[in-house]
């Protein structure tokens, strides 16, 4: 009785030595023996034997329903296999023989068919060594891939001699494993002629016969079978070659977020590797906000002979794709722009697309936290509709994301450099404040402190001395507390940190307002005379009542300082046009020179300096004029023929219903 454990194949190639064994994939044996099967199937064979080994029960199980049907064409299929669960010896549609897992066959994949006038046979090793390689290889995905891996060593022929030779080899097999079936095997050799070519030399001889049955459908079936597990093996690289194209190109546009800090560098490579990977005839890319009626074109990639919209004006207001877009808050595609409801029903979408020769349209938004920032697009402008590839639209989705993240972090820097930029401003009103403490509240300071060490120092000091010393000591800290105030506020203002209450205002209310706190300030100083020229159907004005009365009243404080009281002052609102009110204040005293008409606004200007100052101010209260109403969204400046010609002073606020 031969060794359980020998190799078929081992056995085969010292019987006939002149064989010469080859190497196939699990998916050739799968496809050979697919077609030799078929061949049985397809009923061109007249009882044919067939006897097939498989490793294992679950190969077996995947290819159970064919050897039913197969069995309907023959009494002589014999299949074997080592047991898992429930493969036994039976011998209910076919013989079915379980062998011991340790049998030689447990490696081994044969297959061998046997008629009158045909023979074919598949005798294969399993090459173990390489699967081992293998599965170290693909710890990560061992299922597939191993499987596609294994790798056997043998022999398929349609040589009616060598078939022989492996069903008389195989029979042996059976016979250990089922020896009640000796009668139907016996039956079998004689039936195909099995065992009668051994020869006496040892090396055997093998008896040819003439296929005479048309091969031509088995080799047809086997190409297909092959050509099947191709394609599989195409799409794959396919796939992995879109992943690797989506790799690259996401790599390349993360590089450029790296290397850049600057959004419009990160934009344009965008659009190029976007453009040139996705083979669009023109690539966009714009900053857009979900509110805006119109972006404009900032990045462009073009194919040659397609019209350019790079620094152009482009509609979102007219464009529903857009509102789509912001909407559904995901990229949108047009494949076909001559059909799509969308395009055909939108005038305005139709002569877009006519004049740019859009075929298909992808948009894309670039979202950060669900806010929009801008819009990736790609136009296809080809005579056919855009054919786009597995994974494509995932890597526009990708490099959108990407591009969220870069400007986000770009504008993040831009406003540190804001922040910089007010820090900075912030440190120099600080410095100003130091050098004016030398100037502004020192001397203040020191007179208090003089006046008051020697109300303390002299009892006996007479009390009209004493009366003037404390005067002058209040005046100079009411100066102080001023000068601090009006610094605070400015510094609020110019930070930033001041908080806008906007109303609906009566402008004659305001200046009504702005003239009581001066009368009551200058109470018992004689002022010149102030006259309003308000025109009565004048609009609301939209501000902040509390700063809009400051800047009046500082406006008209200033005019009343630097005019005689003699002089005249003139207050005067007109609307120049229906979206805003300009206010004049007039004055008839001494003018400014016209070249400081600006300098005036400055921080800390005063005409004469701050030691030969004669009227009390701080000069800040030009300053915090300006910041209150560029805070509106308005304009101030001052007109004057130069000295003691009068000046003029204009600002300007929005009318209500018009937003600043
Ligand atoms: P101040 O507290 O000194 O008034 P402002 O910032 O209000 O500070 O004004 C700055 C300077 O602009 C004043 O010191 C003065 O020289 C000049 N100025 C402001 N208003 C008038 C005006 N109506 N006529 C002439 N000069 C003016």
């Known amino acids: 009785m031969r060794s359980i454990s020998t190799s078929l194949l081992s056995d085969l190639l010292q019987a ?97 068919v046997i008629a009158q006038n045909y023979a074919t046979c598949l005798v294969c090793r399993e090459n173990l060594s390489s699967l081992a390689k293998n599965s170290q290889l693909s710890d990560l995905a061992p299922s597939v891939d191993m499987d596609t891996a294994r790798r056997f060593e043998g022999i398929w022929t349609a040589e009616r001699g060598v078939s022989l030779k492996v069903a008389e080899f195989l029979l042996d097999r059976i016979l250990i494993y089922r020896p009640e079936l000796a009668s139907k095997i016996k039956q079998a050799r004689r039936r195909y002629g099995i065992g009668r070519t051994r020869g006496s030399s040892g090396a055997e001889q093998v008896t040819e016969y003439a296929c005479d049955i048309d091969t031509d459908p088995f080799v047809q079936r086997l190409v297909t079978y092959l050509q099947a597990s191709q394609y ?69 990639f073009l194919r ?23 909407q559904l808050g995901e990229g ?30 992808l948009m894309e938004p670039v979202f950060y936290q669900g806010r929009l920032l801008g819009i990736v697009e790609l136009h296809y402008c080809h005579k056919h509709v855009h054919q786009w590839q597995a994974g494509e639209f995932d890597l526009v989705e990708a490099v959108a994301t990407s591009l969220g993240v870069a400007l986000i972090q770009a504008e993040a820097y831009a406003n540190l450099e804001d922040l910089n930029q007010q ?74 940190r001041v908080e806008w209450h906007p109303d609906s205002l009566s402008l004659q209310e305001c200046v009504d307002l702005a003239l009581s706190r001066i009368r009551a300030r200058a109470a018992n100083q004689k002022l010149p005379k102030i006259t309003t020229q308000i025109a009565k159907n004048l609009p609301l004005v939209r501000a902040d009542g509390d700063w ?11 005019a009343c300082k630097f005019t005689p009281p003699q002089g005249k002052i003139t207050i005067k609102a007109q609307n120049n046009s229906n979206k805003i009110v300009e206010v004049t204040i007039a004055d008839t005293g001494r003018g400014i020179e016209p070249s400081l008409l600006e300098v005036v606004f400055d921080r800390f200007y005063q005409a004469e300096g701050a030691l030969r100052r004669t ?19 308005g304009e101030i400046w001052a007109e004057s023929d130069g000295k003691n010609q009068g000046s003029k002073f204009h600002f300007t606020v929005p009318v209500t219903g018009v937003r600043s």
Request: proline share 4%.
């Open 332 to 361: 949108i595609y047009v494949a076909d722009t001559h059909t799509d409801p969308r395009i055909t029903t939108s005038i305005a979408l139709t002569d877009l697309v006519k004049r740019l020769k859009i075929r298909s349209w």
């Open 304 to 326: 040659p002979g397609v019209l350019s919209l790079l620094g152009q004006p482009w509609s979102l207001e007219n464009n529903p794709l857009f509102w789509e877009v912001v």
């Open 232 to 300: 599989k093996l195409h799409k794959a690289y396919r796939s992995i070659a879109a992943q690797a194209r989506k790799e690259r190109l996401v790599n390349s546009i993360s590089t450029a977020i790296r290397r850049s800090l600057n959004p419009q560098e990160i934009l344009k490579v965008a659009a190029q590797q976007l453009g040139q990977n996705l083979e669009a005839c023109r690539c966009l890319i714009y900053r857009a906000q979900a509110t805006d009626l119109q972006a404009i074109i900032e990045h462009e």
């Open 615 to 633: 009227t009390g101010g701080t000069g800040l209260g030009l300053a915090i004029c300006r910041q209150i109403v560029n805070g509106w969204g």
């Open 548 to 558: 809009l009365v400051e800047v009046l009243a500082k406006l008209m404080d200033n």
């Open 16 to 112: 006939l030595p002149y064989l010469r064994p080859q190497l196939y994939f699990k998916a050739s044996l799968t496809a050979l023996s697919h077609a030799m099967e078929d061949q049985v199937l397809a009923a061109t064979l007249e009882q044919p034997l067939v006897i097939a080994s498989f490793q294992r029960e679950r190969f077996y199980r995947q290819e159970a329903h064919r050897y039913e049907r197969l069995a309907q064409r023959s009494d002589q299929i014999y299949v074997l296999s080592a047991p898992e669960t429930n493969f036994t010896n039976s011998s209910e549609h076919y013989e079915k023989v379980a062998f011991e897992p340790e049998d030689g066959l447990s490696q081994e994949w044969h297959l061998v």
């Open 423 to 496: 820090l900075e401003a912030l440190d120099r009103t600080r410095s100003n404040l130091i050098a004016i403490t030398g100037h502004e509240l020192r001397t203040p300071l020191s007179t208090i402190q003089v006046c008051l060490e020697s109300l303390a120092s002299e009892p006996d000091m007479p009390l009209e001395l004493q009366q003037v010393m404390l005067n002058t000591a209040l005046t100079d800290s009411e100066r102080m507390q001023k000068l601090v105030q009006d610094f605070l506020t400015l510094s609020n203002l110019e930070s930033g």
